[in-house]
């Protein structure tokens, strides 16, 4: 460790706040995590990554944040019967919650996709410095990916952790999941978004599983976890055009 980071806050926070479930943050484990945000800091420094640079920042608002969906993942491992699903992670940007995620449940198949080849070059780097197998980079727009045969309905879980209201957020990511898939969507407040999402959900082959209402742990940031299966095949329509999901949401 360098001596920028001699007062180490992200391993003490990763520690002692609760992921729920089963999930275990092993000594590991936090270590990676602590390469990830040094390597984070540091290339930030030369390309638009983050505006979130100091410790307890990072360590909440993307690691802890990120990893308010591995028990849901979780539990889609142990009702499959298998560690090595497939998850895309769709906009992944600095890699939130993809690589937070792989970390910790390693066995996943990962995918990282996102419009901006040069913040994959900097996710490509995390990998291989951490030494994470079963990561695919993906340079393209979702809705171009989700009309393309290798990635379309190929997933078991896609997520998102974006802006973009929910019906856009349903465009663009459930065309990836496989009937019988999950897509957890990452939101803020979600209770309007919900309530005006239920048209664009079913007609995209989805139905709201549940949705959970929370304070991420250590703020008073609400956030929400939006179950959605895949209980039907999305029709070749959608995903629309670039840009027209958010231009004209469903």
């Known amino acids: 460790m360098?001596?920028?980071n001699s007062q180490d806050l992200i391993s003490p926070i990763l520690r002692e706040t609760p992921i729920g479930g089963e999930i275990v943050l092993t000594a590991e484990r936090i270590n990676?995590?602590?390469?990830?945000?040094?390597?984070?800091v540091e290339r930030n420094k030369v390309m638009n990554l983050t505006n979130i640079v100091d410790d307890e920042g990072i360590a909440v608002r993307h690691f802890v944040d990120s990893l308010t969906i591995c028990p849901y993942i979780e539990k889609e491992l142990?009702?499959?019967?298998?560690?090595?699903?497939s998850l895309i992670d769709v906009g992944t940007g600095a890699g939130f919650p993809g690589i937070p995620v792989?970390?910790?449940?390693?066995?996943?198949?990962?995918?990282?996709?996102?419009?901006?080849?040069?913040?994959?070059?900097f996710l490509k780097d995390v990998s291989e410095?951490?030494?994470?197998?079963?990561v695919e980079l993906v340079h393209?727009?979702?809705?171009?990916?989700?009309?393309?045969?290798r990635y379309r309905e190929k997933y078991d879980i896609a997520t998102a952790r974006a802006v973009a209201a929910l019906p856009v957020l349903c465009e663009y990511c459930l065309p990836f999941v496989k009937p019988g898939g999950v897509f957890l969507a990452m939101k803020g407040k979600s209770e309007e978004e919900v309530a005006g999402s239920s048209r664009a959900i079913t007609l995209l082959g989805g139905t709201i599983e549940s949705c959970d209402r929370f304070t991420l742990p250590g703020t008073d940031m609400e956030r929400s976890v939006i179950v959605i299966?895949?209980?039907r095949h999305t029709p070749p329509q959608y995903p629309r055009q670039a840009g027209k999901p958010s231009k004209d949401p469903i």
């Open 32 to 40: 990676a995590f602590r390469r990830y945000a040094d390597m984070l």
């Open 229 to 231: 299966r895949k209980v």
């Open 102 to 121: 792989k970390i910790t449940l390693p066995d996943l198949r990962l995918t990282l996709m996102d419009s901006l080849n040069k913040r994959l070059g």
């Open 78 to 85: 142990s009702e499959k019967g298998r560690r090595d699903l």
């Open 2 to 4: 360098d001596e920028n």
């Open 140 to 149: 393209s727009r979702a809705e171009d990916a989700g009309r393309n045969k």
């Open 129 to 134: 410095e951490l030494g994470l197998k079963g």
